[in-house]
């Protein structure tokens, strides 16, 4: 396309033009920025790489599982939960495939916290211990092919940076959906990526796995009944419910995802 003809490149020409020495300081400051990002994936080869698997783990967080006003009472029957999950992330490790964190961590005036909201105390917020991933996923963080996403509510599938990385994924074909707790974040964030995949004309096979979620017992919240329900929802919008690891080796073999 000739120069005179593009119109859109004119009209950027023209907002730079009507900036003011600030305006311009700064956005200078990001080409540049996006000049070093752009070499930095040249040189590790990122531009090239595409993924057909994203696995992710929702709420692992020291703030709902070891300490905080919200962690689970029962947290000692995560000690089969956790090793499960390791499972997944060693399988998708050694396939080279995406492995995301997605972390609640919240401002300080979330108004999650409001209590004329009737929600929840306050938990998780951002640079509290809290916030951070349980140790046995720590050493994960620094890893390549590694992304963490925060949330400031209930529903990480409302993560903006996040469905941006997904409409970028052209080749991803599944998604595998862990952590906690089974009928609050995790049923909120398998339905809601299950509509934005089916919003950007996607076909992915979604798999949540029972062995590598969990929630909690409380006045008014049976586990088992909770569970049951966020499985009957999720089943409705398309996600398949898988037993454990091994199952669900044997479903993508048989879907051809293998």
Same mark, same amino acid.
């Given at each position: 396309?000739?120069?005179?003809?593009?119109? @859109?490149?004119?009209?950027?020409?023209?907002?730079?033009?009507?900036?003011?020495?600030?305006?311009? +300081?700064?956005?200078?400051?990001?080409?540049?920025?996006?000049?070093?990002?752009?070499?930095?994936?040249?040189?590790?080869?990122?531009?090239?790489? @595409?993924?057909?698997?994203?696995?992710?783990?929702?709420?692992?967080?020291?703030?709902?599982?070891?300490?905080?006003?919200?962690?689970?009472?029962?947290?000692?029957?995560?000690?089969?939960?956790?090793?499960? /999950?390791?499972?997944?992330? +060693?399988?998708?490790?050694?396939? !080279?495939?995406?492995?995301?964190?997605?972390? !609640?961590?919240?401002?300080?005036?979330?108004?999650?916290?409001?209590?004329?909201? #009737?929600?929840?105390?306050?938990?998780?917020?951002? #640079?509290? #211990?809290?916030? @951070?991933?349980?140790?046995?996923?720590?050493?994960?963080?620094?890893?390549?092919?590694?992304?963490?996403?925060?949330?400031?509510?209930?529903?990480? #599938?409302?993560?903006?940076?996040? /469905?941006?990385?997904?409409?970028?994924?052209?080749?991803?074909?599944?998604?595998?959906?862990?952590?906690?707790?089974?009928?609050?974040?995790?049923?909120?964030?398998?339905?809601?990526?299950?509509?934005?995949?089916?919003?950007?004309?996607?076909?992915?096979?979604?798999?949540?796995?029972?062995?590598?979620?969990?929630?909690?017992?409380?006045?008014?919240?049976?586990?088992?009944? +909770?569970? +049951?329900?966020?499985?009957?929802?999720?089943?409705?919008?398309?996600?398949?419910?898988?037993?454990?690891? @091994?199952?669900?080796? !044997?479903?993508?073999?048989?879907?051809?995802?293998?």
């Amino acid at each position: 396309m000739k120069y005179n003809n593009n119109k @859109q490149l004119r009209e950027y020409l023209r907002l730079i033009r009507r900036m003011n020495p600030k305006q311009k +300081e700064a956005f200078e400051a990001i080409l540049e920025d996006v000049k070093k990002l752009k070499q930095e994936a040249h040189e590790k080869d990122i531009t090239k790489k @595409q993924f057909t698997k994203a696995l992710f783990i929702v709420d692992m967080n020291n703030g709902f599982v070891n300490f905080g006003e919200m962690a689970n009472p029962d947290v000692d029957k995560y000690n089969d939960l956790v090793p499960e /999950q390791l499972k997944l992330v +060693e399988r998708f490790r050694r396939d !080279e495939q995406l492995v995301n964190f997605i972390m !609640e961590g919240h401002v300080e005036e979330a108004t999650e916290f409001l209590t004329n909201q #009737g929600a929840y105390p306050t938990h998780c917020v951002l #640079g509290t #211990g809290e916030a @951070q991933l349980i140790p046995q996923f720590k050493l994960e963080e620094e890893k390549e092919n590694t992304n963490i996403y925060y949330k400031n509510s209930i529903n990480g #599938g409302l993560n903006l940076d996040l /469905q941006i990385d997904l409409e970028n994924l052209k080749d991803l074909r599944e998604i595998v959906i862990s952590g906690v707790c089974t009928d609050l974040c995790v049923l909120d964030f398998a339905r809601t990526i299950a509509r934005f995949m089916d919003e950007i004309n996607h076909k992915v096979s979604i798999f949540v796995i029972e062995s590598t979620v969990s929630t909690f017992n409380a006045p008014g919240h049976n586990k088992e009944e +909770e569970t +049951e329900i966020a499985y009957h929802v999720m089943k409705a919008a398309g996600i398949e419910i898988i037993k454990d690891f @091994q199952a669900l080796e !044997e479903r993508e073999k048989a879907l051809g995802l293998k």
